[in-house]
């Protein structure tokens, strides 16, 4: 097997052994392989070892890999910021986006989801932790904004995605996951009967560094990429 195969075999048993120790099924928990920097080559092999779902960060590099793979059945996870300039790279390319934080970008979302396509599946993007610079509404915002997003016709709303700050030890993950799934179940609860969200499903959080308190605190998609590619070069521009 290939290195990139080998280590997608690793992260399966990290995910499948985090799953048994939170006495949950190991099919309620997405593995979502995170390529960004990482050419077509690169996601053709963790294809062939049975990877299906890929998560990208900056446009312009997703939209030539997206192309070039065109031959393979994946899908495509916009997981990157989302200018509202380049929304429509997002719209025509992407099978979800996991970024979204505003009703303006996913009323763009919605009007530039090409009609031949399946509607967007869209994760609302929430500043669990009040990081400073970071991207994401605040908790309190989110039933409001899942309420509204639920109803675009062109996007079918699926649940939340965090990135929380690097913390110090599991302990302190755990607690910062925990409040993200008391979160997602609160809007889960709320939008019981709403128009739109019978498919709010998807809790979005957990990475290389800290996918097992992310799968103990109720994840249902971690977003894998350095324990699955190796390491990245330092981060590039967005775009
Ligand atoms: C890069 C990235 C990941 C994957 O990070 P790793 O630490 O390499 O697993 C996950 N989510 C987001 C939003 C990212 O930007």
């Known amino acids: 097997m290939t290195t990139i195969g080998n280590n997608l075999q690793g992260v399966r048993v990290r995910i499948a052994t ?17 390529s960004k920097t990482f050419d077509a080559g690169a996601v053709r092999e963790a294809h062939a070892a049975g990877q299906a779902a890929f998560g990208e960060n900056y446009l312009q590099e997703a939209v030539e890999k997206i192309n070039a793979l065109r031959d393979l059945p994946l899908t495509w ?37 090409p009609t ?37 016709p062109r996007l079918h709303l699926r649940g939340l995605m965090t990135i929380p700050e690097p913390q110090p030890d599991f302990a ?4 910062v996951h925990r409040r993200s799934r008391a979160l997602f179940d609160a ?37 894998v990429g350095s324990a699955i590619f190796g390491g990245r070069a330092p981060a590039r521009q967005p775009g």
Do not use: Y
């Open 116 to 152: 031949g396509r399946l509607p967007l599946q869209i994760c609302l993007q929430v500043n669990i932790d009040g990081g400073a610079n970071k991207s994401g509404i605040a908790p309190d915002d989110v039933l409001a904004l899942a309420l509204q997003v639920a109803r675009l």
């Open 77 to 113: 996870h916009c997981i990157g910021p989302i200018q509202s300039n380049k929304s429509r790279l997002v719209a025509e390319h992407f099978d979800w986006a996991h970024t979204v934080a505003s009703l303006r970008l996913a009323q763009r979302l919605s009007d530039q989801r």
């Open 18 to 34: 985090a799953c048994a120790q939170a006495g949950r099924d190991v099919r309620s928990v997405a593995l979502l392989a995170v």
């Open 172 to 175: 302190s993950e755990l607690a």
């Open 187 to 223: 809007v889960t609860d709320a939008g019981k009967g709403e128009e739109g969200m019978a498919r709010f499903d998807t809790l979005s959080m957990g990475m290389t560094a800290d996918l097992e308190a992310a799968v103990q605190a109720g994840s249902t998609m971690v977003r």
